[in-house]
């Protein structure tokens, strides 16, 4: 059972009893303006976390994704995961997704320091990246703060809600981090 503890936060796997809680941002357009995905149905949300429930269990995890709960409320307000794109390469990728109501607090900051400090220090990745849409002004910033580097902008690599859009590609290598911070 993962968990990970911040200054507010508590990151752990979820539960099949999390659906409602998720269904609740991410049935939202706004929350899924910039993602691959539609905003999610109930049946979608169900089955994601299912999904994520059984990734969860297995005994050589590439996937970390992660309910994120503010402590403080002890309430699921979004969630940040890691997925080893090469295991070998020791290389992950990171994503993250809030509540509207909790935007702008540092709360995805928060979250995805603790997934990306548990990626070099404790699964000795080498280096972690992430993906975002250049108008995600939002998620930029969160992946800046974090201190990663934008190494490249991909043209129209990607079709978001019936239009081509371009990527940023963001990373930070495990030496920039450990001296870092
Ligand atoms: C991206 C997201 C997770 C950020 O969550 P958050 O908890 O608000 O993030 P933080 O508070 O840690 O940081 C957000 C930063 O973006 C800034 N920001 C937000 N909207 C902005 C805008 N329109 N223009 C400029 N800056 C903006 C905030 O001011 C803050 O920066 P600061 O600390 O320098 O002031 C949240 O907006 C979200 O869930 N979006 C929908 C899902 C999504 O797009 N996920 C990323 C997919 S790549």
Redesign the pocket.
């Known amino acids: 059972m993962m968990r990970l503890i911040t200054e507010r936060l508590l990151l752990r796997d979820f539960e099949l009893d999390d659906w409602p809680a998720l269904h609740d941002?991410e049935s939202r357009p706004?929350?899924?303006?910039?993602?691959s995905f539609e905003p999610r149905t109930v049946a979608e949300s169900r089955a994601y976390v299912a999904g994520a429930c059984e990734e969860a269990k297995q005994e050589t995890r590439e996937t970390y994704d992660l309910a994120v709960t503010l402590v403080s409320e002890d309430r699921l307000i979004?969630r940040c995961g890691m997925g080893l794109t090469d295991p070998d390469l020791g290389e992950g990728m990171l994503?993250?997704?809030?509540?509207?109501s909790?935007?702008?607090?540092?709360?995805?900051?928060?979250?995805?320091r603790g997934l990306v400090d548990f990626g070099f220090r404790e699964l000795r990745l080498h280096r972690i990246w992430?993906?975002?849409?250049p108008a995600?002004?939002?998620?930029?910033?969160?992946l800046e703060?974090l201190g990663m580097r934008r190494e490249g902008h991909l043209r129209e690599n990607a079709w978001i809600k019936g239009a081509w859009a371009d990527s940023l590609i963001y990373a930070i290598l495990d030496r920039e981090w450990t001296s870092s911070s």
């Not at 994503?95 to 509207?100: G, L, S």
């Not at 909790?102 to 995805?112: D, H, M």
């Open positions: 941002v706004e929350v899924a303006r910039y993602q979004g994503w993250f997704t809030m509540h509207p909790y935007w702008g607090r540092g709360y995805a900051t928060e979250a995805a992430a993906d975002c849409d995600n002004v939002a998620s930029s910033r969160v703060k």
